[in-house]
């Protein structure tokens, strides 16, 4: 038991340390965008760049990951985009920056199949509450680069913190290759307990279900990060900082979600996914029609539970949806399902979230666009609701 919790630190310490390769890119930003002479839509096509690659590799890092293992995926992952990092300190045009930041999602899109396939093999109980504290790893990684990125760079230079950034993902990859072991019982590079009976055909169709159900619910995600302080500062007339700095309380709130439902999966439903998730989109739907009724003047004491709900639910699913498309998959084939549902997903977000935004500029109204977003999760919750067919049991 000992030695899973150091497994589980060590797969949460690599969305930390993968993350401030990601988060890297929007921390600096005002450090390097005058420097480099870039508009504001240059700055904001460097995170698009990050997805791209991201997405755009996440089916084939997912079947390298269930072909070479989770030590050589991670090392990979690591080391890639680290060294894409390294590069992109070196940056003298938005054409450079761009290719290095686009290398960096390649690296990147390795690290979430490789860490959920880990966590797939050494938890069979209580696995949905492993993968949540996992992917709290990310909001973390977020939130380090801010506290200790902008100091250094403010200090050194962005140039020398990013590539500060770009040397700790290499040197994790390698620290990861000799600290990472299998459970006893495990093939060293597919994930498979030996003696195992041969897998059964892939469930296509409630793979296909979760990819499309979750990229619905991630619209629902990506928009409340997005817009949440953009409709505080222009509907309830906060102030830019004020707008800005409630936002750590829907992040507050997607921490603990994340290790919270992954806690009511696995003890108050038994191991359950499907019914969770469904709960979950239930919720998210009352909260989108909650927001979109709130108005100027609203008393904190229904807007600070909304907007922490908001993040507890919305943002909060990730560690079951994983552990339900895992455990759908089954071990050796962890990876390339989960590259799957990433890559939908983040087909879904790129699609989706712009959207919102451009409803509530058609329309002047936030009101219509929060009511479009609870039809939005609405069918991805009936999407999960009628066509997954979860699992009887956990391998």
Known sequence: MTFSLFILTLVTVTHVIG?????????????????????????????????????????????????????????????????????????????????????TGLGYSFLNPASTKGVLMWFQRQRATAMGIKQTGVPAGGVLTALVGAPLAAAFGWRAALAGMGIVNVVFGVAFWFLWREPDGMDRTAGVRTGAAANPPLPLRSLLAVSCGTALLLIGQMSLLTYLPLFLKERL????????????????????????????????YGG???????????????????????????????????????????????????????????????GMALGLMITINALGTVVGTPTFGYIVDATGSYVIAWQALACVLALGTANIAVFVAEPRGAE
């Open 237 to 268: 007339a906060f102030s830019t900082v004020h707008a800005s700095q409630w936002l750590s309380i829907t992040q507050g709130g997607a921490v603990l979600g994340r290790v919270g439902w992954g806690t009511v999966s696995d003890r108050l």
């Open 19 to 103: 993350a401030s390769a990601q988060y890297g890119i929007n921390t600096f930003a005002p450090f390097y965008q005058e420097e480099l002479g870039l508009t504001r839509a240059q700055v904001g096509l460097f995170f698009t760049a990050f997805y791209i690659g991201m997405a755009g590799f996440s089916f084939p890092a997912g079947w390298f990951s269930d072909r070479l293992g989770v030590r050589r995926a991670s090392f990979i992952g690591h080391v890639f985009a680290g060294t894409a990092v390294l590069f992109a300190s070196s940056a003298g045009s938005f054409g450079w920056a761009f290719a290095c930041f686009l290398l």
């Open 272 to 334: 359950r996914r499907k019914v969770v998730l469904v709960l979950i989109g239930v919720i998210s739907v009352l909260l989108c029609a909650g927001l979109s009724a709130l108005g100027k003047g609203v008393s904190p004491f229904i807007l600070v539970p909304l907007t922490f709900l908001g993040g507890f639910t919305m943002i909060g699913y990730q560690g079951v949806s994983y552990s339900l498309i895992s455990e759908i998959a089954g071990q050796s084939r962890t």
